[in-house]
């Protein structure tokens, strides 16, 4: 094998590119625009490099750097030029360039000098495959999944939000927890369209629960104790100053709309999501506890399993690993939890745990 390896550093406006040698040694430098033109000066630069120097293979790497580089990744994939050669492309862990960095205690920090880095670590590095995933059926439900994990974070932030300032509304409502779903249909109506506990609280107890009736579309099984619960707790929550408890009132309003559009997303998600699954083999359904869900986030993250040689290197993957603290015929047996690895497979594997442990008797 005689390769020409290219260090790219990328940016959202323009990428530096640093050419190497075989031997080390410094081919060219330059930067281009991090666009289709752009990429399309940096492939004919490659190629160019190969064939005066009668290289056959070329060893691409870059920094996993926000969603800049993927467009690049995907577009030296399929660019047909460089076909005939044995192409290679490396999405490299920030921080694998990080440490192989400072082995070199002299260098400045500029883009340059980045890219030299990027591409000497992919001449003396250990890296024994394309770690991206080619597969683009898994990089589509990854889109898809992640997008559906920020969604489902927003929503747990919302509510919390909104359980905060309902508590300045309905105090005692909170505190006994009235709802067994404080976010249920009927629960959203009573916090919305009565104008304070006062109201509710003087409100009579037959048109309470002929409203809860007609909210919960008579699925309360005793709606009269539900009623009866509900006005309590309001006699018995703080009474707000009218000024104030107009404010809390629009919060709470428009709390419960973000809650419906994030509910709303997240089931458009989930079509989605449900879609793309039909795609790919999935087995993981076949264990207690792990739903569509789990199963998609876990598949896109991890994508083809053959990426990965051993079990230990996936958990290392997930940061589900463990350091090590040894010296001469000590050992601990307690160690931390590496803080490096793809949060959303961790994320995931670890909520499929602990449903995995609900479900099997």
């Not at 260098?107 to 590095?125: E, H, Q, T």
């Not at 795609?279 to 083809?304: C, F, K, R």
């Not at 090590?324 to 490096?340: H, P, Y």
């Amino acid at each position: 094998m005689n390769p020409l390896y290219v260090g790219i550093d990328v940016s959202s406006k323009s990428n530096v590119v640093y050419l190497m040698l075989p031997d080390g040694s410094k081919h060219s430098n330059f930067s281009v625009a991090n666009s289709h033109d752009g990429s399309t000066q940096l492939v004919k630069r490659i190629l160019s490099a190969i064939k005066s120097l009668s290289l056959d293979t070329v060893i691409i790497g870059l920094e996993a750097t926000s969603v800049y580089g993927d467009n690049l990744v995907y577009f030296l994939r399929e660019d047909a030029t460089l076909v005939p050669y044995d192409k290679k492309i490396h999405v490299l862990n920030p921080k694998q360039v990080k440490n192989f960095k400072e082995a070199y205690n002299d260098l400045p920090k500029n883009d340059y000098v980045d890219s030299y880095v990027i591409a000497d670590c992919l001449r003396f590095g250990r890296i024994n495959k394309e770690v991206y995933q080619s597969d683009y059926r898994y990089k589509a439900l990854q889109n898809l999944t992640r997008a559906r994990f920020f969604a489902v974070q927003n929503l747990v932030k919302e509510k919390q939000r909104f359980i905060n300032v309902l508590f300045k509304k309905y105090s005692t409502m909170t505190q006994e927890k009235v709802f067994g779903d404080t976010f249920s249909t009927t629960a959203l109506a009573v916090y919305e369209e009565f104008e304070s506990a006062e109201a509710l609280a003087s409100m009579d107890l037959q048109e309470l629960t002929d409203f809860i009736m007609e909210k919960g579309k008579n699925r309360f099984p005793n709606p009269d104790a539900v009623a009866k619960a509900i006005q309590k707790a309001a006699r018995s929550s703080y009474r707000l100053p009218k000024t104030v408890n107009d404010s809390v009132n629009q919060v709470l309003s428009i709390s419960i709309t973000s809650i419906k559009a994030l509910d709303a997303q997240i089931k458009e998600f989930d079509k989605a999501i449900k879609a793309q699954m039909e795609l790919l083999p999935n087995v993981l359904t076949s264990i207690p506890g792990i739903g569509p869900v789990y199963s998609a986030g876990i598949i896109a993250e991890i994508g083809d399993i053959n990426r990965f040689p051993s079990q230990a290197q996936l958990g290392k993957y997930a940061g589900l690993a463990w350091t090590q603290n040894q010296s001469g015929d000590f050992e601990a047996e307690n160690t931390k939890l590496i803080q490096s690895g793809n949060r959303f497979l961790k994320y995931y594997l670890c909520e499929g745990a602990l449903s995995l442990v609900k479900c099997d008797t």
